[in-house]
């Protein structure tokens, strides 16, 4: 029989991996720790269901885990991104994912006449939530991380999926790929990153009958925050339920104005399995890993940036996500921004814009950051690059474009 505070295989979901039907592992019990492969699609899905059905911890990868790597019973590990560094494994316990699946289920009124795709690789820990959710709860799901853009939308198409989970690079990949609207689709659950105006843009023509949240958390603290229609542009939303947030400011006071994030919920992580972060403290049942906002009065969270991303220009505190916000209104494409060492003021930034467009002019696009932000905070110049580097997450890979930009500058 299986636990209350473990993953299930309700009787009533199916899986694909496509177009293929994953079949159901004999149930049982086991201890062992399970490192599994995390593509392709179906054999990930098969070890992963086999694991569940075993009541056994596991953990999906792209690559090899260390031989001594471990995780308790009734825990598993997820990746973080990776965007700024080598990814960490997150160990967590399963109930701390299955208090949101029941929150989620409310909230969105998830039944069994729900099907939910996936786009990402099981890697990602929200294409793992999304599969582990409609599994425990008794919804199909079906994983089309190993199908092209086209081939998803047409899976999608085909299958009548009602929800899906992806990231803005994946929901922008999509867009571009699909020949015609998909309007099965009542919700679309987006995370891993911010999603800007012309992506929700492109995704309300592709999801015409689609209400779109949007949420905010990290492998280590699962959600924040949930954004809605109605949310303010540019906040990540209001406290997801059941999460109690507070601002500190740098001497480690609460504070009003704006300060590190710290977050206490049912859903948070129980350390790392293989690596560690300075920015990630525990604090009275409170985590913090490092990001910095401030709350309107309304309650909507607004984030500056992360701490190990700011940059010091002279005298000037200047994070690059905000650069980035400014220079993906602008353009409407996606973004980056890095630093680069400066004999004068320590550090200057440089920016690359996704595009291939001749018609884009950088000196624009700086007038632009200084016209917002200031001098200090602009970039000094703008490169173009047709096809930014992405993690597994669908993230930017920041240290891939750093190496990139070497060799243009």
């Not at 009734?74 to 960490?88: D, E, V, Y």
């Not at 399995?273 to 525990?282: E, F, K, P, Q, Y």
């Not at 000196?363 to 690059?385: D, K, M, S």
Request: overall charge negative; charged content about 20%.
């Amino acid at each position: 029989m299986v636990a209350q505070d473990r993953f299930r295989w309700h009787k009533d979901a199916r899986l694909f991996a496509g177009q293929s039907e994953v079949p159901r592992a004999i149930e049982g019990e086991s201890d062992r720790f399970c490192a599994l492969p995390a593509f392709p699609a179906f054999d990930a899905l098969k070890a992963l269901t086999t694991a569940i059905t075993q009541q056994a911890p596991f953990c999906l990868s792209d690559h090899c885990l260390p031989d001594d790597i471990a995780c308790p019973p009734g825990a598993f590990l997820t990746l973080t991104g990776g965007a700024s560094g080598q990814p960490k494994a997150v160990r967590r316990s399963q109930a701390s994912w299955i208090a949101s699946f029941n929150v989620n289920a409310d909230r969105f009124a998830l039944s069994s006449g729900d099907s939910v795709a996936v786009l990402g690789h099981l890697s990602h820990s929200l294409s793992l939530y999304a599969v582990l959710e409609a599994l425990h709860l008794g919804l199909d799901a079906h994983v089309l991380a190993d199908q092209s853009p086209r081939r998803q939308s047409v899976c999608v198409a085909e299958a009548g999926a009602t929800i899906l989970y992806a990231t803005p690079t994946q929901l922008r990949l999509l867009a571009r790929g699909a020949a015609a609207p998909l309007p099965s689709l009542r919700l679309v659950l987006c995370g891993g990153g911010a999603l800007d105006a012309a992506t929700r843009a492109v995704v309300k023509r592709l999801c015409p009958e689609a209400a779109v949240h949007v949420f905010y958390g990290a492998a280590e603290t699962s959600f924040i925050t949930l954004a809605d229609a109605h949310t303010p542009e540019g906040s990540v939303g209001r406290p997801y339920p059941g999460v109690d947030l507070r601002l500190l400011d740098r001497a480690g006071r609460p504070t009003s104005d704006v300060g590190e994030i710290w977050v206490r919920s049912p859903y948070l992580f129980d350390g790392y399995a293989l690596g560690s972060s300075t920015d990630t403290r525990w604090q009275d049942g409170f985590v913090t890993v490092g990001e910095i906002g401030d709350l309107d009065a309304d309650g909507h969270l607004w984030i500056k940036g992360r701490r190990q991303r700011m940059v010091q220009i002279a005298d000037q505190m200047v994070f690059p996500e905000a650069v980035e916000a400014v220079i993906a209104a602008h353009t409407r494409l996606p973004c980056a921004v890095l630093p680069r060492g400066d004999a004068l003021r320590g550090h200057h930034l440089v920016a690359v814009v996704e595009t291939a467009a001749k018609e884009l002019s950088a000196e624009e696009i700086i007038a632009n950051c200084r016209a917002a932000l200031g001098l200090l905070a602009a970039p000094r110049r703008v490169f173009f690059n047709s096809d930014l580097p992405l993690l597994p997450s669908g993230k930017i890979d920041l240290n891939a474009l750093s190496n990139w930009l070497e060799g243009q500058i």
